[in-house]
């Protein structure tokens, strides 16, 4: 009852109490992120969403478009901005993608969206099982320090456990990890990055 009918309807209603609340700052950081990256401010990616139907992900950009004298991007490393390392700092990047909550694409706990290109290797994993949240039981565990097996597994867990007290947990819990950001977290796995890499990734990484 609550996954199925409940949570999606809660899902949208505090969505758009979000968007209609925090588009102030919504469009100062997505001007931010214009003027750093020299670019259109909203990023777009296809991602694996419930049972594998892929969707468009919202996110604030936070790398450039530089190449090199051959036309490939540069790494990663060379295009992150300083506002952009900022904003994935403190998940401000992730905003945009209350517009996905509000389209019934993702919800605001779930497990992390994959991107399309493994949806071959991994289209009948557990996590699939749920829609993708903006932030999910892995995020608060550890976030970026954990393996990608150690993500796998509290994503399982959370599937197998969702509920209203859990998500009103794992919502709570993320307001102390956003405040306790840290630079020095572990880097994403680029099967996980958000932006286009300068290197493709292989599905052996999992």
Known sequence: MYNKLIKPALDRLLALIGLLTLWPLL???????AV?????????????GQHGRLFCLFK????????????NLLPDADRLTSTGKWLRQTSL????QLVNVLLGQMSLVGPRPLLATYAVTLLYHERHIVRPGITGWAQVHGRNSL?????FAL?????????????????WRTLFVLI?????????????STEPEATPVSSSAF
């Not at 469009?27 to 992120?33: W, Y």
């Not at 393996?147 to 993500?151: G, H, N, T, Y």
């Not at 399982?156 to 998500?167: A, L, Q």
């Not at 306790?180 to 996980?192: E, H």
Request: hydrophobic share 30%.
């Open 36 to 48: 750093s990256t020299r670019s259109n401010p909203l990023f777009r990616q296809q991602r694996m």
């Open 93 to 96: 990047d992730e905003l945009p």
């Open 147 to 151: 393996s990608w097996e150690q993500k």
């Open 155 to 171: 994503d399982s867990w959370y599937v197998r456990h969702v509920s209203f007290r859990t998500d009103c947990s794992i919502l």
């Open 180 to 192: 306790d950001s840290s630079p020095s977290a572990t880097p994403l796995s680029p099967c996980f």
């Open 60 to 71: 604030l950009r936070t790398m450039t478009n530089n190449r090199d004298a051959c036309g």
């Open 27 to 33: 469009l100062l950081i997505a001007l931010a992120s």
